[in-house]
């Protein structure tokens, strides 16, 4: 049997979206401010992770019982946020952005959620703040939201420094489905390229949900579970 020929999914509409999010966590005050804030920048709002993105990654985050996080890509700080609300009191998420003013806003509202103490923000190249991490298993969580040309350098930058069974969120990997595109621009190739790469490594095993943009979860898998 054709796996693909019974495909079972409901699509959404405006309507239905707005039922999702009305039935998961909602945001609170703290986390519309911040939502509002970002919409006063402009166009760039649109790097803000959805609400119900951000409940899924907190929830995510609690359920694996990570303690160790990083992120790349930070921008006003709603997905760190989500993941510190996610860690144990003694947990700790590394934040990574090359933008002091777009992270000026995300300091303001970690701490009024009373986690900057678990947030340590690293501002420069996130590449370089990764190279310079031990390239030993530290991290159960990691969120990659950045430039997507150089998402399989941040992908296999990370690998090494991951712990067995631990997650590697990646955003953005429908890229508004334009990966079905016929004629590509650059960093939709990039977005499939990988896309590609994760499907066909072994060392992960992964799944694709279809959670706002595209959210790409890979599992990385202990040297006694590689083929």
Same mark, same amino acid.
């Given at each position: ?48 992770? &959805?609400?119900?993105? =951000? ?7 609690? %359920? #694996?019982?990570?303690?160790? +996080? $990083? ?7 709603y997905s760190a946020l989500a993941i510190a609300r996610g860690l144990p009191a003694a947990g700790r998420l590394i934040a990574c952005d090359v933008s ?12 009024? &959620?009373?986690?900057? =103490? ?7 190249? %996130? #590449?370089?703040?990764?190279? +310079? $991490? ?94």
């Amino acid at each position: 049997m054709d796996v693909m020929s019974d495909r079972k999914y409901t699509p959404l509409t405006d309507a239905l979206y707005d039922y999702v999010v009305a039935h998961g966590t909602p945001p609170d005050p703290i986390q519309r401010d911040l939502i509002e804030e970002t919409a006063s920048l402009g166009d760039v709002h649109v790097m803000q992770i &959805a609400p119900d993105q =951000g409940a899924f990654m907190t929830v995510l985050t609690r %359920a #694996i019982g990570a303690r160790d +996080a $990083i992120e790349i890509g930070t921008f006003t700080g709603y997905s760190a946020l989500a993941i510190a609300r996610g860690l144990p009191a003694a947990g700790r998420l590394i934040a990574c952005d090359v933008s002091e003013s777009w992270t000026a806003i995300a300091r303001r509202y970690w701490e009024r &959620a009373g986690v900057d =103490g678990r947030i340590e923000l690293r501002i420069g190249p %996130a #590449i370089e703040t990764l190279h +310079a $991490i031990p390239a030993e298993p530290r991290f159960h969580l990691a969120f990659v939201d950045a430039d997507k040309e150089a998402y399989i350098e941040y992908y296999e930058a990370l690998l090494p420094r991951m712990r067995s069974g631990g997650l590697i969120l990646v955003d953005n990997t429908l890229w508004e489905a334009k990966v079905l595109d016929q004629d590509p621009d650059e960093t939709t190739r990039a977005v499939c390229a990988f896309n590609d790469h994760v499907a066909g490594d072994p060392r992960g095993e992964s799944v694709l949900l279809t959670i706002a943009d595209g959210l790409t979860i890979v599992r990385v898998r202990g040297h006694e579970e590689r083929p």
